[in-house]
């Protein structure tokens, strides 16, 4: 007798052996015990699932005869009797398969349909089932759509497909349809063991794990691995063979690759990569592993009690997991999954796995808490500016911005000079020393910061704020039209007013280096400018917890920290209220306030010397490092384009020229 394939040796013979699809084996064994059966039934889903199974089981329980020739209409075929026998076979007059893969066309569906109007010959029901039916042409499904929707009492319609997209609505409105989903890689591995064990062929469970994940959810994918393996390994499954049958990576080169990128040791990522290169192992493999295992250890991290103990491979998981940061886990991954489809843009996909793994390197965070290692101790500097110079910098500013001008009538040199008039005078506000904001037990400690840069964006802030206090215009509106009289910009007068004017000492220079010698500037009192308008974040008002929050949280993002959904947290949070156990944060949105977050928050608040329990609401927030930070920026955007707009040659181009200043064009230093 000639050998029969697992695939089809072990194809299930009813709905009780069908493995992996409840769902629709539920569905239609209670349709069938009630009665309440439809005409067209549509199966849907990837190759190897059981969509053809699923037909004939379901023709066989419209067909079968029960073994003494008196059953009925059953959910349970008997399978013995002539009906069940002859469509395991094949050979069942009354059910009819078509492959409309190779049967496309209307002339084949016109043939089928016209054995419709004949009634069955042996049994209830004539069947047809209509394999890969989005072949099929436009006028085949044209064809066949009458008969569809009115079919006779004795017919009944299966339609399979892998890619019901491309199967008119017309038709799928018509049917039934029941999606076969892929089956899990525990739910393969688990069946492969019962076959094996009734074909007593011998197989450990590494092995069973590689041919299910290979399988990627098709059953039938699995049985014809396995009957590869057992030929490969002479009756016998074991991992290693198996391993090089499917030319899969070790998972032991995964495991010291990212033990490796967590410790963040190049040395051995270069040197494992060369390993794999001389082994002849896939590069695809290696991330598509890589990508498998940083899944399960994004998973153990959020839920620690999802381990599962008969994996052999559970202890090194939760090592890796272990040693490395939630959002870590998730950056590696999503490098992994985009690095795959670079592999065969480069010429060597070594090289391009090289690359790969290096920037998993490059974009590891500077610094981070593992298990297991020291924690540092955060200590902040003293701080340069007190929380009333902010505040009364906020407000100047704020004073100056809502201040409405008439347009301004005087020539460069005149606005030129009381620019340079309102920086020096705000030079003594901005470099008289301040007082640190509440410093901890660890301000006065001698270890400091080498660079103490937990102020830095609220400087550039304060200068644009000095620079913009100059001017005469309103925030958020159009500039103010500039009538200019006749004027000469010469060389001698140009280097005056580089020396009394330092903001705009670039654009001087450039002019200086043209050689523009002289601009005659004509008056047109009636002429105004194409300026774009500006619009500029309102100022966050000044309160002592917003002042300490904010250089709290500049400090703690310029010592690396914080990171990701943790540095997120911080900016986007006000401090509504503190005490010495205990702060109370608020954030706008639900998906920061999230415990592994806060706590991660609290840590790094515990190493700079406040160790505090942090309580967050959810809520409208006024005063937040990341509103003072867009502030700042808004205000130094408004600065820079002032001197822009107020420089003579852009007025004169703009005017005579019909020149145009691209929005969005000019940015701050």
């Known amino acids: 007798m000639s050998y029969l394939v697992l695939a089809r040796k072990y194809r299930p013979r009813n709905f009780t052996e069908m493995v992996g699809q409840d769902h629709v084996v539920q569905a239609l064994s209670n349709a069938l015990t009630t009665g309440r059966l439809h005409h067209a039934y549509m199966f849907t889903g990837t190759r190897g699932v059981g969509k053809t199974t699923v037909s004939r089981i379901l023709a066989k329980s419209l067909n079968c005869q029960g073994p003494d020739g008196q059953g009925g209409i059953t959910a349970i075929p008997c399978g013995v009797c002539q009906a069940c026998t002859d469509i395991d076979s094949g050979r069942f007059v009354d059910y009819t398969e078509l492959d409309a893969a190779s049967n496309r066309g209307v002339d084949e569906v016109q043939a089928l349909l016209e054995q419709a109007v ?365 009538d200019m009289t006749s004027a000469s910009i010469s060389a001698p007068e140009l280097a005056q007013k580089n020396e009394q004017n330092k903001p705009l000492a670039l654009i001087e220079q450039a002019k200086a280096a043209i050689k523009i010698e002289a601009i005659q500037v004509h008056v047109q009192t009636d002429s105004v400018l194409d300026v774009p308008t500006v619009q500029v974040a309102a100022a966050v008002p000044s309160n002592p917890e917003g002042d300490f929050w904010y250089a709290t949280v500049q400090a703690l993002v310029a010592a690396n920290a914080i990171t990701a959904l943790v540095r997120e947290l911080a900016l986007q949070a006000q401090l509504v209220a503190r005490d010495a156990d205990q702060w109370l944060l608020r954030v706008e949105r639900e998906s920061l306030n999230q415990p592994g977050s806060r706590e991660r928050l609290a840590a790094a608040l515990a190493d700079a010397g406040y160790p505090v329990k942090l309580v967050a609401e959810v809520g409208r927030v006024t005063d937040s490092p990341a509103k003072r930070n867009a502030a700042a920026a808004a205000q130094a955007q408004l600065a820079a384009e002032k001197i822009v707009f107020d420089d003579p040659l852009v007025q004169t181009l703009m005017r005579d020229f019909a020149a145009k200043i691209v929005p969005g064009s000019i940015k701050p230093l």
């Open 118 to 482: 004949y009634k069955p010959v042996q049994g209830r029901f004539k069947v047809f089932m209509i394999d890969e039916v989005h072949m099929l042409t436009n006028t085949a499904f044209n064809a066949m759509l009458k008969t569809l929707e009115e079919p006779p009492e004795y017919l009944k319609f299966v339609l399979a497909t892998t890619d019901p997209q491309k199967v008119p609505v017309t038709v799928l409105s018509r049917c039934l349809q029941f999606n076969l989903r892929p089956m899990a890689p525990d739910t393969i591995r688990e069946h492969l063991q019962k076959v094996l064990a009734t074909e007593q062929v011998s197989a450990d469970m590494p092995s069973l794990r590689l041919l299910a994940r290979a399988a990627r959810g098709s059953m039938r994918d699995a049985l014809s691995l396995t009957d590869q393996a057992i030929a490969f390994g002479s009756g016998v499954l074991e991992e290693a063979t198996v391993r090089q049958m499917l030319g899969s990576v070790d998972r032991s080169y995964v495991f010291r690759l990212l033990q490796a990128l967590a410790q963040g040791d190049g040395k051995t990522v270069v040197e494992t990569s060369e390993a794999l290169r001389t082994h002849g192992l896939s590069a695809a493999s290696t991330l598509e592993e890589m990508g498998s295992v940083l899944q399960r250890m994004a998973v153990l991290q959020a839920v620690p009690d999802a381990a599962d103990d008969s994996d052999p491979e559970a202890a090194d998981i939760a090592q890796l997991a272990a040693l490395m940061p939630a959002d870590e886990t998730q950056l590696l991954y999503s490098i992994c999954l985009h690095g795959r489809g670079e592999l065969g843009l480069a010429p060597d996909e070594y090289a391009a796995l090289t690359m790969v793994l290096l920037r998993l390197l490059a974009f590891k965070p500077a610094v981070e808490q593992r298990a297991g290692q020291e924690k540092k101790t955060l200590k902040f500097a003293p701080l340069r500016h007190s929380p009333e110079a902010i505040a009364s910098a906020a407000t100047a500013a704020t004073a100056a911005t809502a201040q409405t001008a008439p347009a301004i009538t005087a020539t460069a040199t005149a606005t030129a000079t009381a620019t340079a008039m309102a920086l020096t005078s705000a030079t003594p506000a901005l470099t008289a020393p301040m007082r640190p904001v509440a410093p901890p037990s660890t301000l006065a400690s001698p270890h400091i910061f080498e660079q103490n840069k937990p102020l830095a964006l609220l400087d550039k802030g304060r200068a644009a704020i000095e620079v913009v206090a100059s001017g005469d215009h309103p925030a958020g509106q159009h500039l103010a039209v500039r």
